[in-house]
């Protein structure tokens, strides 16, 4: 059994900053893909970023240039750098990781941004 512990949501002015971390307790290397969803209040979850086994990286049109994935294999942890928040960014972040069997989610981490 996969755990997937996401942290450092929280409230944040717009124009600022965060940084989410998901901790694997396996070796994220195990996974093809991780990535950071979100979903908002009445939407549906979407993709937001993801890195691939290999390292490589997308985004989410809306949070190029904004945010950053990245990971520190050694800790088997995931990281979402957030910059330059905007309100429409408010929304619970979710961490997954997936293979070719099973999609793996954490609990999910609450993040505001005020205007």
């Known amino acids: 059994q996969v755990q997937l512990v996401e942290s450092g949501g929280g409230l944040v002015q717009a124009g600022g900053s965060l940084t989410l971390s998901c901790a694997s307790s396996r070796s994220i290397l195990s996974f093809n893909t991780m990535g950071w969803y979100r979903q908002a209040p009445g939407k549906e979850r979407e993709l937001v970023a993801r890195i691939t086994r290999t390292g490589g990286t997308n985004a989410e049109d809306s949070v190029k240039g904004r945010f950053t994935i990245s990971r520190d294999i050694a800790k088997n942890t995931v990281y979402l750098q957030m910059n330059s928040l905007k309100p429409e960014d408010t929304a619970v972040y979710f961490c997954?990781?997936?293979?070719?069997?099973?999609?793996?989610w954490g609990q999910g981490t609450q993040v505001t941004v005020s205007s």
């Open positions: 997954n990781a997936n293979t070719l069997q099973y999609n793996y």
